[in-house]
Structure formats: structure tokens, C-alpha cells
């Protein structure tokens, strides 16, 4: 069974760096063909894609966000690592992280809640 | 960027009935990259069809996906009481994008 689950601060101050961290079991992500999306939702918006690292290393990002983005993963802790710098207020939202074959997101974190507030 | 179009925003449907979501994309998915996903009201979204047209493991046979090109529809054959829900599709040909979303209500 394969399960994520996303750890970070619940509110950070506008201009920080955010650091998110996807924790995962059921899946090696040094499997060929795997991969870990991260995506999030303000709230009562849609989903948007952020970011995605595949079992080689490859990284993708959204090109809106590109310059304040950056994953990493940890194969033996079995984590991904999203940073995003320079929060602001309109950043608010639900940060998933998702399992991926690098097409759709399957299974997804429960997400966790990220408000940026001074 | 390939931009998804969802259209309404929301649809109102009895139980029953057959819902049909529509899912637009500005250019061509000639290999038919498109997922559909359902959210509920506080839940993780989950993953219904993939392929355009291939139901995801667990998925109701009431569920089903068909489309080509830029035009993609999801189709509930009968809507049951926990289908009601918001539906969004994403797109997997160039980079992930996702459409804003239809909402099911009653």
C-alpha cells in the first residue's frame, strides 16, 4: 500500500522560505519510472501543479513558479524535499505531495495547510 | 502551457440522473494524456480515469472517460448521493496542468 504524507509549518511570515516534506512508504523512488509530484489548492480554488522529481533525479517545475522552486528527494529516508522562497499572502493553500508515473498523481498525501501571514 | 477548460463551473443534477462533464484543452492531447479526479468537501483528491478513458483500480464501472484531440468528457451513468462532488481533469502531454474544476451538487 502505498501512502504520503506531507510534514511543515503551518503558517509562515511573508518573504520566508517554506520547506515541505513529503514522507512515503509502499514505493521506492529509485525504481525506474517513479515519481513524486508535488501540487496545492488555495482555498475553495483549484489545484495547481508545482513541481515533480523523478526516480533519476530529473526535476520539473511549474514555469509561473520555476525561479522560487526547488525539490530534492531522499532515497534512503524515503522523502521529498519541496522549498519555496519568498512567500507571500496569495501562497496560502493545501500543499500535496503525490505518488506519480510521471502522467497522473496516484495516490495523493492527506495535504497539509500552509498560511502566510505577517 | 497547454490550459484546461472546464465549463459550467457547476452543475445541478438529481440522484439518478447522468452527469457530463466537459474538459477542453487549448491545444491537441493526441495521446489522449488526460486524468479525471473527484474531490469531496475536505478530502484528497482521488484518481478516477487516467488514459482518457481507463477507469482507476476500485473505480465504479458508472464512471467513464472518452474524448480525443482537445475535447474530453466525464460521464456518470447514474449519479449516486456520494458523487456529488467537484471534478477536476489533468493533463499530462506537455508538463501537468489541471482545469478549474466542475462541481456536482444536487
Request: aromatic residues 12%; proline residues 6%; hydrophobic residues 30%.
Amino acid at each position: 500500500q502505498i501512502t504520503l504524507k506531507e510534514s511543515g509549518p503551518a503558517l509562515v511570515k511573508p518573504t520566508q522560505t517554506l520547506t515541505l516534506t513529503c514522507t512515503f512508504s509502499g514505493f521506492s523512488l529509485s525504481a525506474s519510472g517513479v515519481s513524486v509530484g508535488w501540487i496545492r489548492q488555495p482555498p475553495g480554488k483549484a489545484l495547481e501543479w508545482l513541481a515533480l522529481i523523478y526516480w533519476d533525479d530529473d526535476r520539473r517545475y511549474n514555469p509561473s513558479l520555476k525561479n522560487r522552486l526547488t525539490i530534492t528527494k531522499d532515497t534512503s529516508k524515503n522523502q521529498v524535499v519541496l522549498t519555496m522562497t519568498n512567500m507571500d499572502p496569495v501562497d496560502t493553500a493545501t500543499y500535496y505531495c503525490a505518488h506519480s508515473n510521471a502522467d497522473w498523481f496516484d495516490p495523493w498525501g492527506q495535504g497539509t495547510l500552509v498560511t502566510v501571514s505577517s | 502551457e497547454i490550459v484546461l477548460t472546464q465549463s459550467p463551473g457547476t452543475l445541478s443534477f438529481s440522484p439518478g440522473e447522468r452527469a457530463t462533464l466537459s474538459c477542453r484543452a487549448s491545444q491537441s492531447l493526441a495521446g489522449g494524456y488526460i486524468a479525471w479526479y473527484q474531490q469531496k468537501p475536505g478530502q484528497t483528491p482521488r484518481l478516477l480515469i487516467y488514459g482518457a478513458s481507463h477507469r482507476a483500480t476500485g473505480i465504479p464501472d458508472r464512471f467513464s472517460g472518452s474524448g480525443s484531440g482537445t475535447d474530453f468528457t466525464l460521464t456518470i451513468r447514474r449519479l449516486e448521493p456520494e458523487d456529488f462532488a467537484v471534478y477536476y481533469c489533468q493533463q499530462y502531454g506537455d508538463s501537468w496542468t489541471f482545469g478549474q474544476g466542475t462541481k456536482v451538487e444536487i
